[in-house]
């Protein structure tokens, strides 16, 4: 078996066993319930909405079943955020587009951003969050060849009118994440020091109000169930308490690591556990499904040849990579996306039992591949 547990102490991060348990997702006793899913496929650079029908033992593409999602080329940028799905095309050299697509409510709305600056030509979007009635956008504009300025802009979508905030930033913004009434900045100096840095925007007076040092190699933010920030590195993750701004460092082994700093493949369940897809270089895919519990410091790995016979992989579901990891509470069942390895603009999703031991259930091929999916 390949199916590792490890664990992670406060300077360390060390292989414990070879199976998972119980304990791997804090899965409870097994269900049968109807979950059914919205799934959001690429299709050859276009994104698609598509409803599954899904029980304990049922898996299938449900045509009836139509929502208010139009087909879209795939985005610059994007920011999920509960039922929600935000992202951000450019239109022309002087505008772009927001889109925020609730699939709870199946509505969406799009705003249309930028119209106030007559010259973009050097105008670069890095990143977009929102939350409530507000949108961020962070935004780099080139002056001469030497020098550039730094933008948060906050748009109040109250107002029928485009009615925003720029806020200036002394460091180039990659990557905002929304919590506690807070914008979270990751930023980059790129003129000097080449570090990281975390800037706090209050979203009341949409002003600065803390800037941290975060060192080097800062790869993402992400918010936990608590709505506090998760800074990820390599070695190492950092918890900031969104409230006090606190920090909290968990490092890891050399060699160990959870490595979920770069993985665009999460999500986070009720219970705060982390579900993503883990670079590996000692498999045979690019990247596997994995669960990352902060509360115990745990990671287990699921490696695809642990649950799936030699002739599923290569020939029946043709596994390429892992493109979505999820979790159907309802079922206890981890939900993994992947790309095909022929055919392009194929893919599939696989649902397994992950305790006592990954156990595969079923799976459904898909024309397109596995973005992300929300619970209906």
């Not at 300025?149 to 806020?167: G, H, M, Q, S």
């Not at 993402?220 to 308490?241: E, G, M, R």
């Not at 799976?363 to 397109?368: E, K, R, S, Y």
Request: net charge negative.
């Amino acid at each position: 078996m390949k199916t590792y547990s490890m664990i992670c102490a406060v300077l360390a991060l060390v292989v414990v066993g070879c199976n998972t348990s119980d304990d791997a997702s804090g899965v409870e006793e097994e269900k049968t319930v109807q979950s059914d899913y919205n799934l959001i496929l690429n299709l050859n650079g276009i994104w698609s909405s598509h409803h599954l029908s899904a029980g304990a033992d049922i898996l299938a593409i449900n045509s009836a079943e139509t929502d208010a999602f139009v087909d879209v080329a795939v985005p610059e940028l994007t920011y999920r955020n509960d039922d929600v799905l935000g992202f951000y095309h450019e239109q022309t050299d002087c505008s772009g587009k927001v889109t925020l697509h609730d699939f709870n409510e199946d509505l969406a709305n799009e705003i249309t951003v930028f119209t106030d600056i007559a010259d973009c030509n050097t105008l670069t979007v890095t990143s977009l969050a929102y939350a409530s009635n507000m949108v961020y956008l962070s935004y780099v504009v080139e002056v001469n060849s030497k020098d550039k300025t730094y933008f948060v802009r906050a748009i109040d979508l109250t107002l029928e009118e485009e009615n925003f905030v720029d806020i200036e930033l002394h460091k180039k913004p990659l990557q905002m994440v929304f919590a506690n009434n807070r914008v979270f900045v990751l930023t980059f100096d790129e003129k000097e020091t080449n570090e990281n840095g975390l800037v706090t925007i209050d979203a009341t007076s949409n002003t600065v109000i803390n800037e941290k040092n975060l060192g080097y190699d800062a790869r993402q933010l992400f918010v936990n169930v608590d709505d506090d920030i998760i800074i990820a590195y390599d070695s190492l993750h950092t918890l900031l308490n969104s409230k006090t701004l606190a920090l909290n460092y968990v490092n890891y082994e050399e060699g160990k690591e959870p490595n979920f700093a770069t993985s665009n493949a999460t999500f986070f369940n009720s219970k705060g556990i982390l579900y993503y897809g883990r670079p590996t270089t000692d498999g045979i895919f690019p990247s596997i499904p994995a669960i990352y519990d902060f509360g115990k410091r745990t990671v287990y790995l699921y490696y695809y040849e642990n649950f799936l016979t030699e002739a599923q992989l290569q020939f029946e579901y043709e596994i390429a990579n892992t493109t979505m990891v999820s979790y159907d509470d309802n079922n206890n069942l981890l939900l993994v996306g992947y790309s095909k390895a022929t055919g392009a603009g194929k893919g599939g999703l696989l649902r397994i039992k992950v305790a006592p031991e990954p156990e595969f259930i079923d799976n459904i091929d898909l024309d397109g591949v596995p973005y992300a999916i929300y619970f209906k």
